[in-house]
């Protein structure tokens, strides 16, 4: 079974920084893509980052520039690094994972979410 444990998420000050992770583990064969996306209450889930198996990075235009997204393969983590935090920033991060486990399958993975929330 695969699982997404994210941790990181929290209470910020807006200009502020935050550093999120996600550990993928289970029984993986093969990870393709990791990323984040994140969700407000009422509104669809956006894309965030996201990093592909060959280190290919992609933001959305709101986070350009003050969003890191980044992996460690060895751990199967992937980071969100995040800094000059808006109050629009707050939302519920969601880890992300286009992986094929060990008994087939290759599908779309997420985490249980962890609450950003920028706040003055």
């Known amino acids: 079974q695969v699982q997404l444990a994210e941790s990181g998420g929290g209470l910020a000050l807006p200009g502020g920084s935050l550093r999120l992770s996600c550990v993928v583990s289970?029984?993986?064969?093969?990870?393709?893509?990791l990323g984040w996306y994140r969700q407000v209450s009422g509104n669809e889930r956006e894309l965030v980052a996201t990093?592909?198996?060959?280190?290919?990075?992609k933001y959305a235009d709101s986070v350009k520039g003050r969003f890191t997204i980044s992996k460690d393969v060895s751990s199967n983590t992937v980071y969100l690094q995040m800094e000059s935090l808006k109050f629009e920033d707050t939302a519920v991060y969601y880890c992300?994972?286009?992986?094929?486990?060990?008994?087939?399958?290759?599908?779309?993975?997420w985490g249980q979410g962890t609450q950003v929330t920028v706040s003055s």
């Open positions: 992300y994972a286009d992986l094929l486990p060990r008994r087939g399958g290759r599908d779309d993975y």
């Open positions: 289970g029984s993986i064969f093969s990870i393709y893509g």
């Open positions: 990093v592909s198996r060959g280190g290919i990075t």
